[in-house]
């Protein structure tokens, strides 16, 4: 069972940036792909962006232009995402995910509050 935890998120203003990490407790060697999803109060959890294990990544329309995903290739165990010109309304726990070919493996989440 790989185990993901998220760190980075936190209280910012508007217009701030973030890099959330996610660490896995082992390598990841083979996977669909590695990605993040928030949720926001009283809302569903939706997904951002995920890389494949090709290097292919995908980004929700809303998101794409602001948030940017990126993986450490050297020891396959931290993905990222970079979070610019954040707004209120991107205020939610904001969750790593790694696919295994339809296992899913989630992280605790980290909790992304954007504020003035």
């Known amino acids: 069972q790989v185990h993901l935890v998220e760190s980075g998120g936190g209280l910012v203003q508007p217009g701030a940036s973030l890099r959330l990490s996610c660490l896995a407790s082992?390598?990841?060697?083979?996977?669909?792909?590695m990605g993040w999803y928030r949720q926001a109060p009283g809302k569903e959890r939706e997904l951002i962006t995920h890389i494949s294990e090709d290097g292919f990544t995908y980004y929700a329309d809303s998101m794409k232009d602001r948030f940017t995903i990126s993986r450490d290739n050297a020891k396959k165990k931290m993905v990222y995402l970079q979070m610019n010109s954040l707004k209120p309304e991107d205020t939610a726990v904001y969750y790593c995910?790694?696919?295994?070919?339809?296992?899913?493996?989630w992280g605790q989440g980290t909790q992304v509050t954007v504020s003035s």
């Open positions: 995910n790694v696919d295994q070919w339809g296992t899913h493996h």
């Open positions: 082992e390598s990841i060697f083979s996977y669909r792909s």
